[in-house]
């Protein structure tokens, strides 16, 4: 069964502080993982997306890693501001239409 | 551009009734396709259309659950006799059809509660 598992499930931080979220998948075949921003009551929103050779990608002060050996993703948040609290979703697709999605690590960030 | 909007942004409706919600995809997006969410979870794949063709649909997508997107663009999610716990945030995200990765854009979503 594909599965996409986050850690930490939540998580608070002190604003200006950095911050690294995690994601470990069983997804096959693997096409490609997505990290998304959810703020409560809205849509999910890409922040980066990486296919099997990527092993980073950075949107800004966010910078994702890749070890498709390992099966993990790390999502990195650097000087962290009151604007990312939010819910972050890691993705894994499988093709053109399946996506697994994992529960969010829901972020606090504190002033 | 506006993105994929969703209408109504709230629906609260009594048990037993149906309800109808709408996306309208980014334009030229020949992708689309139905989430649902709850509460603390990640969103759970419903259906997939590519143009107005029903690709795809979840076991989650019992009979009392239908979609269509008659000409290609805007589709429409329908559920029927609906039950508490239909109650969720439904997501339309669309994709467009030149590129491998299919990146999903997403609507905000509608938030159906059932009393």
């Known amino acids: 069964k594909n599965q996409v598992e986050q850690s930490p499930q939540s998580l608070i931080i002190l604003e200006g502080k950095n911050c690294t979220l995690q994601?470990?998948?069983?997804?096959?075949?693997?096409?490609?993982l997505r990290w998304y921003k959810q703020d409560t009551g809205r849509g999910p929103v890409s922040l980066t997306i990486?296919?099997?050779?990527?092993n980073t990608k950075s949107n800004g002060r966010y910078t994702a890693t890749l070890d498709a050996d390992t099966k993990q993703s790390s999502l990195h948040i650097t000087a962290s501001q009151l604007s990312d609290s939010a819910s972050y979703i890691c993705?894994?697709?499988?093709?053109?239409?399946?996506?697994?999605f994992g529960k969010g690590t829901m972020l606090l960030v504190s002033p | 551009d506006t993105g994929v909007s969703q209408d109504p942004r709230h629906k609260i409706t009594k048990r037993g009734q149906n309800v109808t919600f709408r996306c309208d995809p980014i334009?030229?997006?020949?992708?689309l396709y139905w989430y649902r969410q709850t509460l603390g979870q990640g969103p759970e794949f419903l259906t997939y259309?590519?143009?107005?063709?029903?690709?795809?649909k979840s076991r989650l997508l019992s009979d009392r659950f239908s979609a269509e997107r008659p000409k290609g663009s805007f589709s429409t999610l329908e559920i029927q006799r609906t039950e508490q716990g239909d109650s969720a945030m439904y997501l339309c995200?669309?994709?467009?059809?030149?590129?491998?990765?299919?990146?999903?854009?997403f609507g905000p979503g509608t938030r159906l509660t059932v009393t």
């Open positions: 259309f590519q143009n107005e063709a029903q690709l795809e």
């Open positions: 993705v894994v697709s499988a093709g053109y239409s399946t996506l697994t």
């Open positions: 995200a669309s994709s467009p059809p030149t590129g491998g990765l299919y990146e999903q854009y």
């Open positions: 994601c470990n998948y069983t997804v096959s075949p693997f096409s490609n």
């Open positions: 990486m296919t099997f050779s990527e």
């Open positions: 334009s030229e997006h020949n992708r």
